[in-house]
């Protein structure tokens, strides 16, 4: 693996894309997007420690005319013995999902959560994996459209189901056995995307092992978005990964290959478009035996 310390600095950024064309979108965008062109709305909250929630949220209020995706039920898989605990979903269940929810290939989608884009950028990294590219998270999440001073509504939607054909980005993941080998590949860089507590061991409230994969690096997800789930700046998101420099292929991961997708949408943001999640994640790494120090 490379030594980020010791990168070549990373060529000059173009100026950026539009913002229609960017991961990331207003509350104001969002609105003047409204009967603009075909939009589907994405509520994904959700709390780990209670699965319900999000879903209880949704149905108090959300965005008008936004319909729910639940982590477990419709944005992860069943868990295994490895894998993860979030492992990817099946795609023909998960494009059933989507075409009753709406999307088609045309459609454009934004998601929003009130995570600090944890759960959007879950469904976000998922369209993309699916060669969706009509995507965004919402900026400020649900709580930026009501500081917006947006309303918001109560009610399930009944959508007019949409054909989604999926064209499977398979090179946007990896799995252990590729860790494995990139960890003797020079130039490769491992993200870890956790709490750098629980990044150096000396905590793991989920997992039953502590620790990290041996040879990453830390840059904890949250860094992406200030403590009001604002996105930080295209220039600040270019300045955080500037010290990975030219390095390929870029690996990241977290508990569960979810809140990996946060940094993911920042490295698209920076200009990054190479890098790769491992979706069993740090979950999937200690559910195999450990070597010995």
């Not at 980020?4 to 207003?26: C, R, T, Y």
């Not at 054909?163 to 590729?178: E, G, K, L, N």
């Not at 992406?224 to 990964?241: C, K, L, M, N, S």
Request: proline share 10%; charged share 15%; hydrophobic share 40%.
């Amino acid at each position: 693996m490379m030594d980020v310390d010791n990168l070549p600095p990373s060529p000059p950024s173009a100026e950026p894309p539009p913002i229609a064309h960017l991961p990331v979108v207003s509350p104001r965008t969002v609105m003047q997007w409204q009967g603009d062109r075909p939009l589907v709305l994405a509520d994904c909250r959700f709390a780990l420690a209670d699965p319900h929630w999000g879903r209880q949220q949704y149905t108090t209020e959300h965005l008008p005319n936004a319909q729910y995706f639940d982590l477990n039920q419709d944005l992860s898989g069943p868990v295994e013995q490895h894998g993860g605990r979030h492992p990817l979903p099946n795609v023909e269940t998960l494009v059933a999902r989507l075409e009753a929810a709406g999307i088609s290939n045309d459609t454009w989608v934004v998601a929003y959560d009130d995570a600090r884009l944890a759960f959007a950028a879950r469904f976000w990294w998922l369209l993309r994996y699916l060669g969706h590219p009509r995507v965004a998270v919402l900026d400020g999440g649900i709580a930026g459209w009501q500081a917006a001073g947006y309303p918001l509504t109560q009610g399930a939607v009944t959508p007019v189901p949409g054909h989604f054909v999926p064209r499977v980005q398979a090179d946007r993941v990896v799995d252990i056995d590729q860790v494995r080998s990139l960890q003797q590949q020079q130039g490769s860089v491992l993200v870890d995307a956790r709490e750098a507590p629980r990044y150096r061991g000396e905590q793991e409230p989920i997992d039953p092992i502590a620790g990290h994969i041996p040879g990453a690096v830390n840059y904890p997800w949250q860094a992406v978005t200030d403590e009001q789930g604002q996105i930080r700046a295209i220039a600040d998101q270019q300045q955080h990964w500037k010290a990975l420099g030219t390095a390929d292929p870029i690996v990241v991961y977290c508990g569960s290959g979810v809140t990996a997708c946060v940094n993911l949408l920042s490295m698209e943001m920076a200009g990054i478009h190479h890098a790769k999640l491992y979706p069993g994640s740090w979950s999937d790494w200690c559910s195999y035996p450990m070597p010995h120090s």
